[in-house]
Nanobody, 122 residues
Framework: VQLQASGGGLVQPGGSLRLSCAVSGRTASNYNMAWFRQAPGKAREFVAAIRRSGTYTYYADSVKGRFTISRDHSKNTVYLQMDRMKPEDTADYYC????????????????WGQGTQVTVSS
């Protein structure tokens, strides 16, 4: 399985971006998926997760109400819609896949994509 993240860029505070994570090699619906982020000089942190079925989602408190994770099984893709963005959302964003665990801990995700850079600045 390979994950390909895209959609990062520069956005002004209050703006929106949508990140995509394309899954190849296996059916994405076999995996629980998540987004993590890592700002310069900081540890990687959990952002959002979605279960295989897409029924359940979970968010970090820092993004709850502003970010939305979703998945499209027909496109084998997971999305992160980011609205009302803040400068503190600036980071490299990574998508990750877990075969069986429903978890928010980065070390429990087996498969990672490359990061996509997000900068929130005026």
């Amino acid at each position: 399985v390979q994950l390909q993240a895209s959609g990062g860029g520069l956005v002004q505070p209050g703006g929106s971006l949508r990140l995509s994570c394309a899954v190849s090699g296996r059916t994405a619906s076999n995996y629980n998926m998540a987004w993590f982020r890592q700002a310069p000089g900081k540890a990687r942190e959990f952002v959002a997760a979605i279960r295989r079925s897409g029924t359940y989602t979970y968010y970090a408190d820092s993004v709850k109400g502003r970010f939305t994770i979703s998945r499209d099984h027909s496109k084998n893709t997971v999305y992160l819609q980011m609205d009302r963005m803040k400068p503190e959302d600036t980071a490299d964003y990574y998508c990750a896949a877990a075969k069986s665990r429903w978890t928010f801990v980065s070390t429990e995700y087996e498969i990672w994509g490359q990061g996509t850079q997000v900068t929130v600045s005026s």
